[in-house]
């Protein structure tokens, strides 16, 4: 048994890095036939060993074979603690956890099992990509923290600042796109390497990048009270584009196998989404996620380019006052593709059928004014706001039809009658 796991997970991993830690193994691969051929109970055996041995590549490739191969049992265990699998959805590396979570998607359950939370955790993070290269400053001074977002954004990131390590973990769990962190070594509250740790200790930041930025007359007594871990690194303050340069390629260095590219963050994202959507569709089948608590998640993904019409169908899907509205904000802005604001129209019709007008009266009325206001726009911009307000128009109307029927009128449809008493100017 002992030989046979580690021939399956060298095996595995050597095919793994062949095609390299961004792609997933095809179905017909030999390793990953080979090793499905084996059984559940000896797929688990070799992630488990992968795992224990911080084999990434072995993992990765194990997981897709537990997708073709596995069953539901290895997601049910005796003592209610999550299983390997399920384990894996909060291991450190976040190509390790995506790859688990299109495992345990594949074996599709159909009841909770233990550690069922921890994959919705990694569906709203990976679905809540912006799309771009981003960066966390975290330091307590103003000034200068802008000054090194600035220094960032001039070489291509998008850099957030932060004044303090409080703010900056809810950041940091919160934006999946970070690349790194920059943190000052005078940050107080808490202080530098209780900060490093709180990242450290949490699965969705524990191998993020971080630099510890010093002056050079501190360095000596940096390193002294430091005990860096592989993702941290003490470095001098640039103040040149010749220092900045030096510090990014460090931190390539440093992360260069555990960073996730834009494209393959945005192809997680993608899949995320459309797996969510695919469990709302269902019924209250997959209601043990409790995926409506990703709407935020959505929300961030709406603002991408390559991910916004995925994106506006979940928000349809779940037709909160909040969903509505950023659906509509969305749609009326005639600087998003066309495209994607026609799909968030089709969307919030989908919530409205499903869930009533839950816009707010002044919200609706905001919806007139932008379309009165939108005679200089090109056709198609008009139409998307006429569309709109059909939407509203017509669940007013079948309002009216029901205060026919009842002397109790739903708040939501009175504040769309009234609203839609307005007209339009054009």
């Known amino acids: 048994k002992q030989y046979r796991r580690l021939y399956l997970a060298a095996r595995l991993e050597v095919?793994?890095?062949?095609?390299?830690?961004?792609s997933?193994?095809?179905?017909?691969?030999?390793?990953?036939?080979?090793?499905?051929?084996?059984?559940?109970?000896?797929?688990?055996?070799?992630?488990?060993?992968?795992?224990?041995?911080n084999r990434v590549a072995g993992?990765?490739?194990?997981?897709?074979?537990?997708?073709?191969?596995?069953?539901?049992?290895?997601?049910?265990?005796?003592?209610?603690?999550?299983g390997t699998l399920a384990a894996s959805?909060?291991?450190?590396?976040?190509?390790?956890?995506?790859?688990?979570?299109?495992?345990?998607?594949?074996?599709?359950?159909?009841?909770?099992?233990?550690?069922?939370s921890l994959l919705t955790d990694v569906l709203g993070f990976s679905a809540s990509s912006v799309g771009a290269r981003r960066a966390l400053v975290v330091h307590p001074q103003a000034a200068e923290a802008q000054t090194l977002v600035g220094m960032l954004n001039s070489r291509g990131y998008e850099a957030d600042p932060a004044p303090n390590g409080?703010?900056?973990?809810?950041?940091?769990?919160?934006?999946s796109d970070y690349e790194?962190?920059?943190?000052?070594?005078?940050?107080?509250?808490?202080?530098?390497?209780?900060f490093v740790e709180a990242l450290r200790q949490d699965p969705l930041t524990a191998r993020l990048p971080v630099l510890i930025i010093v002056r050079a007359d501190e360095m000596d007594k940096a390193k002294r009270s430091s005990d860096l871990d592989a993702h941290t690194m003490l470095f001098v303050r640039p103040y040149d584009s010749e220092a900045?340069?030096?510090?990014?390629?460090?931190?390539?260095?440093?992360?260069?196998?555990?960073?996730?590219?834009?494209?393959?963050?945005?192809k997680h994202a993608e899949a995320s989404l459309s797996a969510i959507s695919r469990m709302n569709t269902q019924d209250g089948k997959y209601r043990f996620y409790e995926l409506p608590r990703l709407e935020n998640s959505v929300l961030l993904a709406l603002q991408t380019t390559e991910l916004s019409q995925p994106a506006a169908e979940v928000l349809g899907q779940f037709g909160t006052p909040r969903a509505q509205q950023a659906l509509a904000d969305f749609a009326s802005e005639p600087?998003?593709?066309?495209?994607?604001?026609?799909?968030?129209v089709l969307a919030l019709g989908e919530a409205i059928k499903r869930h009533g007008i839950l816009l707010t009266k002044d919200s609706i009325l905001a919806q007139y004014s932008r379309y009165n206001a939108s005679e200089r726009l090109d056709g198609d911009s008009q139409k998307v706001l006429s569309d709109i307000l059909d939407l509203i128009e017509q669940h007013a109307a079948l309002a009216d039809g029901r205060k026919a029927e009842s002397a109790t009128t739903p708040a939501a449809s009175t504040d769309a009658n009234g609203a839609a008493k307005i007209g339009r100017a054009h």
Do not use: N, W
Not at 335 to 344: G, T, Y
């Open 59 to 82: 993992a990765l490739a194990t997981l897709r074979a537990i997708s073709i191969g596995g069953t539901v049992d290895l997601l049910h265990t005796e003592d209610s603690r999550p």
């Open 244 to 266: 900045l340069d030096l510090m990014l390629h460090r931190i390539a260095g440093m992360s260069r196998r555990s960073v996730v590219s834009r494209d393959e963050r945005i």
């Open 180 to 194: 790194f962190v920059l943190v000052s070594y005078v940050l107080e509250h808490p202080r530098v390497f209780e």
């Open 89 to 116: 959805l909060q291991h450190s590396d976040r190509r390790v956890r995506f790859a688990a979570t299109q495992a345990v998607l594949a074996i599709d359950p159909q009841t909770a099992f233990p550690g069922a």
């Open 15 to 22: 095919a793994q890095l062949e095609a390299g830690l961004d």
């Open 166 to 175: 409080r703010t900056a973990f809810v950041q940091a769990r919160r934006q």
């Open 24 to 53: 997933a193994l095809p179905d017909d691969s030999p390793a990953i036939r080979e090793a499905s051929a084996a059984g559940p109970s000896v797929l688990e055996e070799v992630l488990e060993f992968c795992l224990r041995q």
């Open 335 to 344: 600087s998003r593709p066309l495209a994607a604001r026609r799909k968030s």
